[in-house]
């Protein structure tokens, strides 16, 4: 039949994919890749933030080329208009709001502002919850343009009365997500490791190499492990480091519900009493943890460094390894501070600090092995960092066939390497096989440091408290966390390994996710300079350089008051005054590390980041997935929502710490403890204890005497007596209130305290 003149050929309309972002006010924008659509309130479909959306774009004159004003004003510029077709995958499965009773209904109303929706439930499911109470609701129904959203209540998380259920209220003020959907459960049970479709598909055969993990002694998920041989090269002698991180990535697919849920979480979240995974259990510590024994994928960065420590070349690939043994940190460090065969603690645990028995009655609940290893680690180690190891004929290298072109390893003794034949051995001659591999790395990783601070690196050696819990979650002992020799080895390794990714990312031309730290904000160095002109030490340090936020200056700041009373304060002080750390499309370079380019990669379990980069060496690997252009159009979001989510989870870390160290201190009320002074007011003093609780002295308390402030030098000055507190100033305290619902610490000057 022959055409009509009038008959044109319909085309199918273009209906890109994205992530909805809703701002409060209750529009929303989609970016897609084919750019970024505006969507009307009236025109969001019962999408909630964070849902995978279809969208249509609306007619031009739809919005009449108004820049949204209404939506936002004109701040969002010109954008096309669209509206969302459907909703292609869930963000939300569960919701953390306020509830109210609306006879017969219940109504959640979300605390993510967010989260437009009203959720609806049935009173008659729940009748024993109070109006305005906090509850977990699961969605069955989710919102239409004709039907609200229903619910059922799972939990309540915070009584109305406020005798909240602690770290539970912290975690829903702060809205994480607790539970994963079910279809992001199945994924996560139907994982396979599939070694020979990894190698089939170009992954390397690591399983010989002698592979080992150092991670805390509570730690349950192992995303990075270690590795080092003497190697030649084209008649050169080399160290090839192998830092080897569990490919996430291969298991959680762009657009599945797996890397939904991660993408909203963005973080792992590591409360005082429980961590919060990005991704399921099932993987987190199991197929994606490198365990000991156990096959895993990964994705390998070799470093090739002579014995100066400076890196000749890199390697980047994925490969399958079996990591030979789980160390602790305490474990690691014995070995490289002792002689000889040292022992290593039964189950790869220490005993918790406060099981010593000479500290029993310490308020403090720390350990003298926790001081001693701060001690140590303040002091320089010669004979690992200065001294040359002998390890000569110790490592051996097996090269797979699949390989490629692989440096000739030196030989070795048959007896001393493989996976094999590690377990069999007895506990002193596999810490003999360990033993020297920790402390060539040692010796690479302080001359690596070294190198650092010379550039510019600024190491402020913060020292973290952990409040130690019994099993039904009751507080017994704080713990001091310093960085030392085992904590420096890693740390050091895996921020190489981080450069050396997104150098390769950036000089290949592809996009990265990278971790931006700006420089410091030069008013905020200024207000330091009065508070540390108190400290005779600083007139060593160059004005100029301090100033003008030259990192060598910091540097030198932080080094001089390191040890002294005042050291730690001074560190925090020169950290508070810079800018977050924060992720981005552009690399603008990281000021704290003296880097030029910098990611995240060395995480991908429990950061959202590290695996964008995984994906996208793999794309530049191995050549872009069907779905690179979505990937990549929507980093600007995923950079922006984990620098969020970051912050919320160390605020909320943070929070859940200070209830149960508060809860801790209840106990020693009335008792006498030496503090630093931490923070001065108009109002009066803040006080650190020696284990990190941070208190307040009235200044009503401080004596009969008016005491003028200078907000300057941040002191306090007794008129008539001429008593004067400052920043670092030790004194004596007094515990003499707390309340672990707040938290709030009450403190007052010892009598005789140093004034």
Known sequence: MPRSKNHTRRVARSRPRGIMQL???????????????????????????????????????????????????????????ARVVSVIERAHEVVVGGFEAAEPFGVVVPLDPHIPYDIFTQLSEAPDVEDGAIVRVRIAQFPSRNTAATGHIEEVLEHVDGLDKGVDAVVARHKFETAFSDAALAEARG????????????????????????????????????????????????????????DVSYYVEWGSALDLAARRRATSVYLVDRAIPMIPEDLSCGLCSLAPGEVRRSMTVDLYVNERSQLARYEIYPALIRSNARLTYGEALEMLEGEGEPAASEGGKHAPCSDSPALEDSPLGCSRRAELRAEHASRPHSGIEDQPVAVEGLYRATVPENAGRAPRAVPQRSEDCLSTEYASHSQGQRETLIQPRLRQLARLASLRHAQRERKGGIDFGQPEARVKLDEAGRPQGVELRRKNTATSLVEEMMIWANEVVAEHLSRAKFPCVYRVHEAPDLEGLAQLVPIFEEFPWFGKIDPVGFFTGSQHALQQAVSASRGRAEGELVSSLVLRSMKRAV???????????????????????????????????KAELFGRPEKFDQMTTNFGWICEHSSGMEREADDAQRESEELKLAEYLQQFVGQSFSAIVSGVSQGGLYARLENMAEGFIPVRTLGDDYFSFDAARYTLTGEETGARYRLGQRIAVVLFAVDPRVPQIDLRLAQGSKR
């Open 23 to 81: 701002n409060p006010e209750g529009y929303g924008f989609v970016r897609t890749s084919e750019g970024e659509f505006f969507v009307p309130h009236a025109k969001l479909g019962g999408a909630f933030d964070g849902d995978l959306v279809e969208v249509a774009p609306l007619p031009a004159n739809a919005s009449k080329g108004r820049s949204h004003e209404g939506f936002g004003g004109g701040r969002y510029g010109h954008k096309p208009a």
């Open 191 to 246: 994982a396979l490791i599939d070694e020979v479709g990894a190698l089939a598909s170009g992954y390397r055969d690591l399983r010989e190499r002698f592979v080992f993990t150092i991670d805390p002694d509570d730690a349950r998920d192992f995303d990075d492990a270690l590795s080092i041989e003497q190697v030649e090269d084209q008649g050169r002698s080399f160290w090839r480091i192998g830092v080897h991180i569990a």
């Open 583 to 617: 992720y981005r499309e552009k690399n603008c370079g990281h000021y704290g590390l003296a880097s030029a380019t910098y990611c995240h990669f060395t995480s991908p379990i429990r950061r959202y980041p590290d695996l964008m980069v995984h994906r996208m060496l």
